[in-house]
């Protein structure tokens, strides 16, 4: 009879080495194949923020009414203001604020857009007339944002770069809304992202959630305060 025969010490090594080769370019394709998997996530939770932020952005926007406000030492304030500088801001009033837990609050909501380093920030005040120790409450919109500018169209197609118009005096610059607003951003990702946005006919029932001043009808008349 033969005598097994069995591997050599040099046909190990072989199989060991490409065994070793098989598994190092297995592990490259599962490390590549996460890494994209990663790379893939965080791109899309940015493009969810930034769909997010634009589309309450927006809806600001959609629900915006002519009903001024007071700051907290009693100032008016214009229903839609646009301020112009090195960081553009733009503040408003609209409808249609949510109450599930029916809070004694109104419907009606004070809001400011503006970038404050490289973040978006959407703030709130749960008055909409002000007292001094009133504070907003800041949500965080978006990320990564380098530079923002925004303008504004009035009724006849002349754009400006803030809200209201030099021309607009009195008791009618608190409450005209202009036309059309259009959002220019620098987006460290994105890069320049630009909207144009129309806002909405104010119809005479919406004028209707505005209350107003009975000894003057252009003035808003005072909120109640929330209770406890």
Known sequence: MRA????????????????ALLGLGTYRMLDSVLQTDKVT??????????VRAMAAFERDLLQVLPR???DGFGEPRAALLGEDGDNDALELTRSGWRNPLAQARASVQRVRWQRSGEQWQRQ????LDQAQDSQPQVQQALDGVTELQLRYQDGKGVWHDAWPPEQEQGEEALVVLPQAIELVMQHRRYGELR???????????RLQQAPQNPENPAEPAPEAEPQP
């Open 195 to 205: 909207r144009l946005l129309r806002l909405p006919d104010v119809l005479p029932e």
């Open 124 to 127: 709130y005040w749960t008055v």
């Open 68 to 70: 001024p406000a007071r």
């Open 4 to 19: 097994a025969r069995g591997f050599t010490l040099l046909e190990l090594l072989i199989a060991i080495a490409i065994f």
């Open 41 to 50: 996530r965080a791109h899309e939770a940015q493009l969810r923020e930034l």
